[in-house]
């Protein structure tokens, strides 16, 4: 008996330790990547810009082929939204909506995860020698969840390979002119 007490006391150490550490972890975990495509700003905007025009280069819509999309609001620009449904892990379900739309420049969108929580993503272009600077982040507040502060100290390297493919994938559709209509 006494060895099981001590065992639960171990445990109950462990697990208040770990809450205890996991508060004085970061609250947000924000990762950005980029890249230089050469072309003008205005060439790349419209595929930033227009959540259907992403299946030409974002890496998840190859991922899982039998994903269902609904698209809502605008066609592109602020208030212009996608809903998707995946039975694949790495794809998942959720909803993305673009906040904040500065042509030629900018744009923010809020992700929706559901039980997984909310983020933000963002692309910035910026002019530079040889083309455009495509800057793509993301950004998520775990608040108090002990369990997200942890999963956000791996959580860059989980998602930089796919922001990495994507942007590499962007680069070639926008310098080989392959761009579809969304």
């Known amino acids: 008996m006494k060895l099981l007490k001590t065992l639960l006391a171990v445990v109950a150490g462990v697990a ?24 003008s700003p205005d060439a790349i ?13 974002a890496p998840w819509y190859e991922r899982d082929p039998q994903a269902e999309f609904r698209y809502e609001g605008p066609e592109a620009g602020v208030g212009a939204t996608v809903h998707w449904q995946s039975d694949h892990p790495e794809v998942g379900s959720g909803t993305q909506e673009i906040i ?24 910035a272009l910026a002019e530079v020698a040889g083309g455009t600077e495509v800057t793509w982040g993301f950004v998520t507040d775990f608040g108090n969840n002990v369990i997200g502060r942890y999963f956000g100290l791996v959580l860059e390297s989980m998602l930089a390979p796919d922001y990495e493919a994507g942007l590499a994938k ?12 969304g």
């Open 16 to 39: 208040i330790l770990f809450a205890l550490v996991g508060l004085f972890l970061p609250r947000t975990a924000t990762m950005e990547r980029s890249v230089v495509i050469d072309a």
């Open 45 to 57: 905007f419209p595929l930033l810009n227009d959540l259907r025009a992403m299946r030409d280069w």
């Open 100 to 123: 904040e739309s500065r042509p030629g420049e900018y744009v923010r969108t809020r992700l929706d995860f559901g039980a997984q929580g909310e983020a933000e993503a963002w692309f």
């Open 170 to 181: 962007l680069k070639r559709v926008v310098e080989s002119g392959a761009q579809t209509p």
